[in-house]
């Protein structure tokens, strides 16, 4: 086969997206007599997961990125590109970039998610998400950027608004992020400031359903519910955000509208497909979901296109149990994996029955001690699901110098509750607090 | 003395600017029966000797930074100000921040230099500086889109400007980065690429002394040139850079004119001081040499203000050999430790002899295993010179956890020759890579 491979021009297998899904797919392809190019954007694998941790000063970006080219760089079959993709051409078999046209045999579209507003992306410069490095940097910048302020402020009701912390959803990223914040708030900064007490910080945890992680078990949403509090979040579920405006949040939980002053409004509600989807379906007419997921079969290629494979964020898989799988990096890992194993079996005039997700339980982390665990056979909260979630988050960074800095980081962290990685950077861009235009779209959202 | 302290307003002395000078001065006042106000633009302290680390991806910013609320936060007596400093009221002995005034007693001013092009101004955005944490993430940014840009270019000549990195300047800055670049382009990228072969990068050094390290005793600047050889760079003394336009940097070296093209140009030569030396000359006419440096007093004040000190880099200190005193760390260091004690003393109605600098020695890194080190008793280079040089630097950074973590990076990346901190952040605000403004300024210039 190898000997095959090397007498012809071998297979080549692209892959869009160095997240999860793709950066798997091409490890799992590193002994297959195929070329494989790796596509992205960035030039580096991007560790999600801990995103919140840079958002709120825990950790620096470098800690939780591997540098593409240097993950790869020992599998010879493998190249990386930076680029974006514009086009593709399923006829002639290739993709466009900027400057260059890559063909292909076998792609691999796995570029993922971005934020969603719901139609209200006037918000968007208020209420920032959470999916990039650049994003957490625009966080930490505002979390700590409101302190100062709120030092400086003499006015009450002002400085009130500065300590006042509003998120968005309460998914895993809502969750994480105000465990952070009531750590950051209560503990690391209680000392640092001599005209505010850090202590009076609100944190605000917005959730439109009956209960936060809602794809957890009851149980656990409970568990995680009474440990933010513990930790003096404040939680509001079955509650709508209505509108983002001035520092201004209205809310509205059945009949009861709410004003909220708050300068610091974090977004961890939609996702919306990556604008990847747009592009298939454009040119291979493959139907995409409400949020711009791509309809895949059930071996994750997209109709028509046995050769088009789409995995992760952006895929809608419902062939498991009629609702598409969950928006998380096991998914997207198992995905890619699946996909590396069809290819190879494909080339050797062979089959793989169809893809089925091992699904291995859920965690969150909530704050310096505590966490829920879902592990199917066994749920755990409190202590040890903390630390089984820093393992088992540790034990998946790429590289084995991150995964040495980050526990090293972690253990300082949590004995010393200090958090050095708080730096305000690109003041020079200071955007505005306040939302500037005015909203045309005053609709309800459920968050 | 502390008794009579508390039942009057204390002494309040106000410090503008967080670097060595500023952050010593004040924690020298830890214990003294003052009351302390920090000031600065960022929240931050940076070790700045460690920035070309940043710059080449060996570390992440926050490894080099230390939250200036968390080194004073259990130094009761300070106080910490986010701000920028607009005006100086000497008559009321006030100073102007954006919406705040606040009253001095003793006023220290250490804001520093910036970068300066002597004249050339437009060279700025094709030929950035290394000052800030900004400008280190800039440098990081365009040396690994370089070979990322290098990789995908057909063309040999235009690839070739990809891969041709040009430093100006051959003080520890300039011989740093370009250590640190040789590392990277022959041994940590060396099997990163496809197309590309990294040994290829030419990484020129350009100096218009005749010796680079000029401050340095000329063994060792000889001895740099060696080491800086060796690692794979060109060293070219006696030279001027006359243009820089459209990724060609043309240079004067005697009678010959040399045009390079270049995509990467990075600038190590002038500074000039901060905006703040121009501020206090506006309101107490005190006297500025031409790098903008304030002239000041053997006990660090300035002419007519007994209580306005300068130290740092921004002071132009003449008082002890006739020059002004080299614009290092260990300068202002003492400089603020002896100003400090000098308030103590005053306060007592005693004096102490004018400031002296206790000059130790000084140092300069050269790529993985080699450096110059001069200890004025001693002198030495090569490996056990590296060695000093981690050790004294780390030892000065602020935080122990940053020392750890500093510590564990640079051996990490020792044995393993990576550089894990290359993200290429800030994309969307991609600047052109070519000057773009015509310059009306064409004299040569000194580098």
Redesign the interface.
Known sequence: MLNEAKNQSPHHVVIVGGGFGGLYAAKALAKAPVKVTLID????HLFQPLLYQVATGG?????I???L??VL??QKNT?????EVTHINPEQQTIQLQ??EVSYDTLIVATGVSHHYFGNEQWAPTAPGLKT??DA?EMRRRI?LAF?AA??ETDPEKRRAWLTFVLVGGGPTGVELAGALAELAYST?K????NIDTSETRILLLEGMDRILPPYPPELSAKAQASLERLGVTVQTKTLVTNIEDNIVTIRRGEDVEQIGAHTILWAAGMKASGMGQVLAESTNVELDRAGRVMVAPDLSIAGHPNIFVIGDLANYSHQDGKPLPGVAPVAMQEGQYVARLIQKQLKGDTLPTFRYADYGSLAVIGRNAAVVDLRFVKFAGFPAWLAWIFIHIFYLI?F??K??VL??WA?NYF?R?R??????????LPAMGVEEQSEYRTPVKV
């Open positions: 954007k960035r030039n580096f950790l620096s970006a470098g800690d990125s591997s540098p080219r240097a760089s020992k190249e990386v590109l930076m680029g400057n260059q490095v650049e940097l700590f100062e030092e400086k900064l000392n640092d400031f001599r590289e110098d991150n040495l800095l090293l980081q300082w010393t200090k050095g990685a708080r730096l305000i950077t690109n003041q020079e861009d």
